[in-house]
């Protein structure tokens, strides 16, 4: 493989695990929203962002990476190239075992995730590579829905009396200890950007911080003045342990037999 | 307008839903009309719910990434059609100043049931399988006699709800195909999925009536909320159901089972009707685990609640 193929590679594994761990935490989710209208909105928007996952993993599939059920439920947590950010568990317990879930958690993570998402999709629409041009558009028309999903969430919280805006503004901080980890394309950044593939990785960070400072600005509510380095860099396959237990969870049925069909 | 005394309203009221007329949440009503769609559209309701549990458990789990996608969306769809009886259900019960609120407490009280399916186990992935070839199998032959029913807000929301299960059952049997025709492994697993669900398919229907309908279906088909008998329609699931069984090469749990042409019905095992009282009020295999769930989310999301108030009344 030579370096540009490397680094496409690379940046398509990023894309697609990003995608596909926070899904995952979407789908703990599900039957435990705040209300049953939440439910049956964050599952859908799970799916979309499953969806973007596997056309990520199909692309990789076609680059001849492996099939893209493998590369999703058979790799092992350091071939994983997402950020930490979102193999974060919701909160304490199991999903099915008296899960504690933070939904302030819940809505800091995954809008200020999908407004950087939506930042890298912009940013591929000008890459050298065609198939990401193309992507980027049809997400990015689903995202945006997404988006002003979770900007009337954060407005109801932050307007929502003492204990909720506490709580989202908690959330938030501990959303950017992790943040650092979005901004970095990993041991291949140099790589990805002298193929042209995205733009370099400084560049996407000012233009998240710009959209989420006037995001939370609105709602009276503020980024924290700096983020520390992330403590594990996935982008180089560095996970907590909490990534080895979401990948047992999501392939354990698909491990009984990968020859199989399921 | 006349003043009509309520003996001359329920007259004009049972001479309408007999010539195929329907209600609507603002025409006039029976107070036990009312009743009984409030407890079987909430507990309708609330099964949707309640339903989505056992399979959520698989959702994180499922084995390919178009399974994952597909049950998603699958559990999503279930969710939806909860909200959209539990809405129905709210109209109704509008008047007597009850709210969704009610209702979750009445689940958590043990007041409200949800039905004996979901107090089931699913520790396999052939029961999710199971649970959406089988189980919306049979709701979607009880939800297509009510589709027709007296009340006209819950015949359209039937409407739209039959339709999604049949895309259910589509996607329950495509996966139950898939294991059927797999490794042993698969097919193992398979078998002894519908070999424990096989009862509690039986008592989905509720029990049979021996000759004696219940008072309660004497009612909801005397008010056209209902139009056939448990019995009735636990034999279109055998006839729909049980040479398809077969076919795929399982067995059933009751070697007695068989078609009996002279009657022109199944003869079969009857389950543990004690046992069914038992599971439904609570005292099923996980009733106790998945109502912990459902009461453990509601209460985290206090704060939640707490805060979307505190928007409206701002707002106003």
């Not at chain 1, 065609?130 to 009337?152: A, D, F, G, N």
């Not at chain 1, 995205?198 to 960070?205: C, Q, R």
């Not at chain 2, 990434?65 to 909200?83: P, S």
């Amino acid at each position: 493989m030579n370096t540009d193929q490397k680094a496409l590679q690379e940046l398509l594994f990023q894309l697609a695990d990003d995608d596909f761990i926070l899904a995952y935490r979407g789908s703990e989710w599900l039957g435990l929203a705040p209300h049953i209208e939440e439910d049956v909105a964050f599952s859908s928007m799970s799916q979309d962002t499953m969806g973007h996952a596997v056309m990520f993993y199909e692309m990789l599939e076609e680059l001849g990476a492996g099939t893209a059920d493998d590369l999703a439920q058979l790799r092992k947590p350091q071939d994983f190239r997402n950020a930490v950010l979102v193999e974060r568990p919701n909160g304490t317990g199991h999903y099915m075992e008296q899960p504690n879930y933070d939904w302030a958690y819940a809505v800091a993570r995954t809008y200020l995730y999908e407004l950087f998402k939506w930042v890298r999709l912009e940013a591929l629409m000008s890459s050298s590579y065609q198939p990401l041009v193309q992507i980027s558009r049809k997400m990015m028309t689903e995202l945006r829905y997404h988006l002003m999903h979770w900007q009337t969430w954060t407005k109801h919280l932050a307007g929502g009396g003492q204990e909720s805006r506490d709580r989202l503004q908690a959330a938030i901080a501990q959303v950017c200890q992790d943040i650092e980890g979005l901004f970095s394309f990993g041991p291949h950044a140099d790589a990805i950007v002298a193929a042209g593939l995205i733009a370099d990785a400084s560049t996407l960070k000012a233009r998240w911080l710009e959209k989420a400072s006037d995001a939370l600005a609105k709602n009276g509510l503020a980024l924290p003045d700096a983020f520390p380095a992330p403590s594990h860099d996935g982008r180089a396959g560095e996970h907590t342990e909490q990534l080895a237990d979401v990948l047992n969870t999501l392939s354990e049925v698909y491990r009984l037999d990968p020859a199989a069909a399921w | 307008m006349i003043a009509q005394t309520h003996d001359e309203k329920l007259a004009a009221f049972l001479e309408k839903i007999d010539n195929g007329g329907k209600i609507e949440a603002d025409d006039w009503m029976p107070d036990d009309y009312r009743t009984q769609l409030i407890k079987l559209i909430s507990m309708h309701g609330m099964s949707e719910i309640m339903g989505a549990l056992p399979e959520k458990e698989w959702v994180p789990k499922a084995p390919t990434l178009r399974r994952k996608l597909a049950i998603m969306a699958k559990v999503q769809d279930e969710m939806g059609h909860g909200q959209l009886l539990l809405r129905v259900a709210e109209d109704l019960m509008a008047p007597l100043g009850k709210t969704r609120e009610d209702m979750l407490n009445d689940l958590f009280t043990g007041r409200l049931k949800f039905h004996n399916v979901f107090h089931m186990e699913a520790p396999t992935w052939a029961d999710a399988g199971v649970i959406g070839w089988l189980v919306d199998g049979a709701a979607i032959i009880t939800q297509t006699m009510s589709l027709d029913t007296s009340y006209a807000p819950y015949s359209r929301a039937l409407h739209r709800i039959c339709a999604e299960e049949k895309f259910h059952a589509q996607h329950g049997e495509s996966i139950v195909l898939a294991l059927a025709e797999g490794t042993e492994q698969q097919r193992r697993m398979l078998q002894d999925a519908v070999t424990r669900w096989w009862p509690a398919l039986l008592m989905f229907f509720g029990p049979p009536e021996g000759g004696k309908i219940s008072s309660n279906q004497q009612m909801n088909m005397r008010y056209k909320i209902r139009s056939q008998t448990n019995e009735e329609l636990r034999q279109v699931f055998f006839d729909k159901y049980v040479p398809r069984i077969f076919h795929l090469g399982l067995t059933l749990p009751d070697p007695t089972i068989r078609y009996d042409e002279a009657a022109g019905q199944w003869i079969y095992q009857q389950p543990d009707w004690d046992e069914f009282k038992q599971i439904v009020s609570g005292h099923g295999p996980r009733s106790v685990q998945r109502l912990d769930l459902r009461k453990l989310s509601y209460q985290q999301a206090q704060w939640v609640r707490d805060a979307l108030l505190n928007n409206t009344q701002q707002a106003i």
